[in-house]
């Protein structure tokens, strides 16, 4: 193999490595965009005991998203908390991001949008629904809304 041909080998093993990094690195964060972060459920109240509305039932373990185990797309209090950079805010605890007609804060089981994860108030009501599913299932309000459940069960 001569120079010239060892360099363009070169190059090319080169390239494919930077196609391949970029690959790996789109991937990686295309996965954290969609994936809930466990840590996130200790930064709103009752955050691991969110109950699955579906018939399914159980435990809804990523609260911002559509998926209860987290993968996907968020649902509407996924993105309001977003927006509240991640954080259990008063704005974000009066809003009603599902538009079921109660707050995320009555929901989650803190209606006086009082809690904060390290005040050491300790939650003395349980979360009431879920705030990024629209409830009861059957309401006028939630039969003109995607049916969350159907992708479910
Ligand atoms: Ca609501």
Redesign the pocket.
């Known amino acids: 193999m001569n120079y010239e041909s060892m360099l363009w080998s070169f190059n090319l093993d080169h390239q494919i490595q930077m196609v391949v990094t970029k690959v790996l690195i789109f991937m990686s964060s295309a996965v954290l965009a969609v994936n809930c972060f466990p840590s996130l459920r200790a930064r709103i109240p009752n955050g691991n005991h969110v109950r699955n509305p579906c018939p399914s039932g159980g435990v809804w373990e990523a609260v911002g998203h559509f998926d209860p185990i987290g993968w996907g797309e968020l649902n509407p209090f996924g993105y309001d908390f977003q927006s509240a950079g991640f954080q259990w805010t008063e704005s974000l605890c009066r809003l009603?991001?599902?538009?079921?007609?109660?707050?995320?804060g009555f929901?989650l089981g803190d209606p006086t949008c009082t809690w904060t994860p390290n005040s050491g108030i300790h939650l003395i009501l349980n979360a009431t629904?879920h705030?990024g599913v629209c409830e009861p299932l059957q309401s006028h309000l939630c039969t003109e809304q995607i049916d969350v459940c159907s992708t479910l069960d």
């Not at 009603?96 to 995320?104: A, I, L, V």
């Open positions: 009603d991001s599902d538009s079921d007609g109660m707050t995320n929901e629904g705030p």
